[in-house]
Structure formats: C-alpha cells, structure tokens
C-alpha cells in the first residue's frame, strides 16, 4: 500500500506540475494545447544540459528555460498576433515533437547516453510518519517542489494583487483592461511562467523518472494535464487531487502489469487514458472555466 | 482655495475637433467638440450609431482619435498616449451599459484588481469598509460580499458607480444607466447623480429618453451620423428640439389605428395555470393565466429576471410546461415550435444576438432561417433555391428600408436598429395570427423604435393579437390595450387607471396599491 503511494505521488509529480502551469495560463484566458510540446521540449532540454554539465540541477533549469523559449513562441503568436490558440497550440506540439526527435538524433548518433538523475533525498523525521512519510518526504526535489509552490499559487491566486489581475484578465479581460491592467502584458507573463512550469515536469521525466530521452517520451501526459485542469475545475487544490488520481492510476497500471494478469499489457497501459476519455465525459458541463477562455481580445473590436 | 476655484471654471475634460473612422473613408465621428466641467450633469443625445458609444469611448481612452486635441483640466493631452491608465490617473470613469464588473468575482475584488495604492496582497476587508462608507454617503446599496453575477441589474450599476467612485472619479460618464432599472430604481438613482454633480464631480448621462435628460441635465448636446448637432443649456431644453436635432426632421405623434373585428368573446390564445422551471436559478413561471384575443395587444410589464425569458420560452415551444395548458383557438395545444408556427404563431425574439438572427449568415439566410423546414417557396426538394429567397429578401430590404439595402450582406454588420427591422419583417411575413415579441425595441434609437411600434399597431388593426413582453414600461403603456406584470413568475393584473407608482409597485411586490 505504502509503495503504491509512493509511486502515485512520483507518477503524479509531472502531471501537477505541468497542470499547475496550464492553469496559470488558462486562468489568463488562453488555452495552450501545446503543453506536451512543452513538456517535451522540457525533458529534451533538461536530458541535453545534464549531460553536457554533468548537474541534474543545471539540467532541470534548462528543462525550463527551453520550455519557457518555446512559451515565449506561442505567446507571441497567441497574445501579440492574436492567432487562434488551438492551432498555435497544435503547431507547437507537432514542432517540438519533430525538433526534439531531430536533435536527439543529431547531437546522439546510434544511442542516446545515460544522464544523472535525481535521487531520492529523504527529509529527517517527516520520512519517518507512518503512510505518507515515505510518499512525500522520501521523494525526489520534485515533489518538495510540488509541496512547495502548489499552496503558493493558490495562495496568489486567492490573495495577491497579480493573482486577482490573472483572474480578472481571464474572467473579463475587457473590464481588466478597462481598469488599467494590461490584458496581454498579464497574459505573456502567464504563458511564460506557465511554460516554465511545463518544461521543469518534462524535465522530471527525463532526469527523475528514467534517465534518458527517448522521442515522444512525454506519450500524451501534456493533454492528461490538460484534463487535469478540467477536472480540478481550475482551482489549485482540486487539480493537487486530480493529478493524484492520475498518478494513482499509472502506478495501479504500473502494478497490474508486473503481476502478470491475463489481460493483454496493452489494455492495462490503456487504463490513464480510458480514465482521461471518462472524466472528461463526466466533468464536462459544469462550468468554472474562466469565462474568456479561449478569447484573443482586441481592444477596439466590440 | 483660490486656485481651486480658478480650477474650477475650467472643463474637467475637453474634446475639440474629434475624428474618428475604424474604416478608411467611413467617419463615425466628424470635428466633434464636447466638454464636460465640474459639478455639470452633461446630457448626450443621439440615435443609434449616431457616435455617442466611440466618442465616450474616446474619453476613457479605449478607443485613440484620428485626429482632434484633448485637454484636460486645461493641460493639453497626447493623443497618441490616451489610453484607459492615462483616463483612469485623470479621474475618468465610465458605467457602461453592460457591467465591466468581472461577474465571477465579488464587488470587494472588483474594486481591489485596479486600485493603484496597494502593494503585493490587496486587504478585501479595507475593501469592504471603503465600498460601505461610499455606499452609505451616495445612498448607493450594494449587498457586501456578494459575487457580482449573482446582483441584479440595477445593483451592478450601483456596484460600478462605487467602484469608480473609490477611483477617485472626477468626471462619471453613465451609458443608458435607466435602460434596465425599474421606475423606482430609476427615481433613486438620479438623487444619487445629483449627489455626485453637487460634490463638483462631472456626469455625462447618455440618454435615448428625453423627459430624464430634461429632468436631470445641465447642458444637452446631440449628435447626429457623428457630427455635433446641436447643445443647449437647460433652460432651452423642448422635447420637439431635441428630437429634430437628433432626428433631422420632426416626429409625428404616434397614430393608433383602430383595430378591425376585435371580438372580445373568445380568445385567440390563453394560458390556463401555467407553471414552468426557471433558467439558471431563475423563479420560474407560477400559475399563470393569460389571454390574448384578436385584434387586441396585451403588454407583460416587470422587471428582467421575473419570468420573462421563461414566459418568452414557452410560448416559442422550447421550454417544457410542468403544469397547466395552452389553448390557441380554444383548443389545446402542445407547444412545440414547429406546431405553433403551423398555427399561426409569431415569436420576435428578445434576444436578437443569440436567437432571433445569426450573425455570419447573410440577410437572406436568416430571412429563409425559420422557413427551413417545409417552405416550398424556398426549397424544392430540400434543396434551396437562391434566386427566389434573395429576391424575396431584397423586397422586404426596400419595404423596411433596411441598409445596408445588400441581401448579400452579413448580418453582423447590420447596425441594431436595422437588424431588428429585418427580425420584425421576417416575422411578419407570414401574416401571423399571434406576434409574441420580446423586448422589441431594446437598444434601438427613436426612429427605429417609432418603425417597430408602428408594426406592431398596424398587425393589431389587421386584427391579429400581439403579446408585448417589455421591461420597457413605458412602452407597455404606450402601445397595450390591456397590461399586466410579472413579478417573480407570477402574473398580476395591472388597473386600467393605475399610475406609474402604482404600477411599480406590483412590478415588485406584486401586490396592487
């Protein structure tokens, strides 16, 4: 029980980092579908600068900051050339798909090599609580990263004045903008942060899950974040459970398989993404989406 | 304090030779002069699309001039750099027509997300005690702490004249602010403005009704297809003078013809204890009894939100009754669209955006939208025949005078007022024996509102029946035989020879005076 805990929370870690990204960005009032590119671009990055450097740290930092490069790509087509967000976001996913294939190629010819890891670094005394000590205090910095900037972030959102900007920005970016806060100077700063985020869960996979990169490593988890978002209805702690229950699952899948059950690996390797198709069918139409989702906003357009 | 009075005498704002076009060679405002000094209720007039909306929109800097010069307080402003943050640091405020409150956010929020003062957390409760002092000092109530959506229309106004009050606004510009208030709100709002004009604050009251910008104004200008017109001082104001500068020609009285074979013995259409759920929370409709005859306009008066859309909903079929029955020739019936049109009835929809006409479609598309099912006129076969619905689009163009005079035109582009006429002239064509319109005139200027009303009378003297729902009461009295009220879903008589008090007392509590 305990180490499928374990294991949910470090399945989950990817998944809640890079939905914790998506729902700044979304709370902005854009829809980033490209979150597997950047989450891509984000292992790709973060595996080629741990290898060059030798640090996992320079590593995840890199992750991010290639993330973040591509962010600023979608940003400015999304927010300063107001071009629609969902083939913005498709065109992403398919260039970083393509480009980090090409480079891995490239820069390794026949194998990619093995780069550091993360490890695992327990916290004295928390690791020791029974059930969850090892589930969250005997993990990789990622997950005291999660822990750390998950109640941050619903904290600013709740409170802060930039927080209430975002939301306002996403709710009704015209009353935003008729109050004096700048809708695309929020929604940028929200597409960057929100990158970064994506490329440092991409980075988790590459530097703490395996030890390599492979092409298409991230296999749809960008768009399990996406649902995540959805089904967490854009609030920080609901996403903290949905991602959880996503992890669960992948270590429930992960489990099933190495018993050797009589179902085909095939079918069991289906189970995170049947359960994708299923919530989202069952969260759909309630609405707590921000209102302007989805809406490139043109000040002198009424 | 000398030079506070020296300040004084100076405009608050003034705008000198304003131009404006969003399309190359098609003005929407030309050389307009337009100021606005402290302590000044400033009415302006116009018609739709006359430029009243981008000229204020100019003055909150949403929208930059072609050309012109803006000073404020005397200091000259570059226009290139007018934007929302360089009209809000001037104390420039606008209560618009439709809440630029973020709905999903309480009143509290709303008036933190801007409020230039704060550091990096805002404090809701300092918040809270800024909007109870101001709400208290204008007489302006707010419930505390409620989210913004869940206000009604005439809090949300309350809610946005705070909010811009906290701002530290010097100069309120109000958009059609009475449009959606009930009579009484309506009564307590301009006390409220004259607060605001003695404490040396500038209004500027945006207006189609000329009996409140007499009541309320200092100085009228009206605009006309973008140009100043006209302004005058309150004391030269005259209803006749307002309209023909506004209009360019004078308006008649409205005629009533009389209605032929009116017979009042068996109604035409009548609902007997109706009952139907509400929409998003909405009171629903409750035992309602209503009767419609031939030749005879029933008006619904009340305030939005009491069963309206509810109303509207089940009479076009697409609401389900939970109880009680509609009869259309004495006969029950089953309100399902398609059997009501059959049967001769009429809906002009309310809400003309998302369900009278589609925008994108081009007049002719929306002029054949309703007939899709069996009209062999314009389809054969199922298939559609382009040259006889265009052509019969183009002869209802020319009869209702409908610009642009194009049936290939989107109807986006189409301005309010024309693309009511173009809803009005689709319903009417097929000789309806019962109109129900919804609110038909909402939005529209005086001469397109004048087109409408005459519609509806000369339907009535073909002697067909018309149910009027209108928020607008002034219409209701203007143009029914016989009203009512709807006040939370139920329906109340309205006396023949109530007055407005009185009707506006059984808007909201439903109980007669």
Redesign the interface.
Known sequence: MEALLEAAVRLAVPLLLAALGELIIERSGIINIGTEGLMLCGAFGGFAIAVASGSVWLGAAGGGAAAACVGVLFAYFVVVRRADQIVVGTAINLLALGATGLAVRALYPGMAPVSPTFGTVAVPLLSELPVIGGALFRQTPYVYLCLLITPLLAFALA????G??L??VG??A????????GVSRTRFAAVLLGSLLAGLAGSALSLAQSNTFTEGMTAGRGFIALTIVIFGRWRPGGIVLAALFFGAASALQHRLQARGTDLPYQLTLMLPYVLTLLVLALASGRSSA??DLGKAYR??S? | MSAARAGAALPLIELTAIDKSFVPQRPVLRRVDFDVRPGEIHALLGENGAGKSTLMNILIGLVRANAGAIEISGRPVDLARFGPSAAARAGISMVHQHSTLVPAMSVEENLCFADPSGGLLFDRRRAASRLAELSQRYQLDVPPGARVEDLSVGQRQRAEILRALDRGARLLILDEPTAALTPGETAALFPALRRLRASGRGVVFISHKLDEVEALADRVTVLRRGAVSGTLAAGELDARELGRLMLGRDLSALERPSASGGERSSPLMRLRGLSAAGLGGGCGLHDVDLAVHRGEIVGVAGIDGNGQRELEEVLAGVRRMDSGSLEVDGKPVRPHVRTLRSLGVSHLSGDRERAGLIPGFSLTENWILKASHSDERFFSHGLLRAATASEATRVAIAHFDITPADAAADVATLSGGNAQKLAVARELSGEPRLLVAVNPTRGLDVGSTRFVHEQLLALRARAAAVLLISTELDEVLLLADRCVALSRGRVHAIPADADRAAIGAIMLGGQGA
């Not at chain 1, 015209?174 to 806060?181: F, N, Q, S």
Request: glycine share 4%; with cysteine; net charge positive.
């Open positions: 409170r802060s004045r930039p209430l900007r939301r306002a709710e009704c015209r009353a935003a903008d008729a109050e004096g806060v921000p209102a000040r002198e009424r």
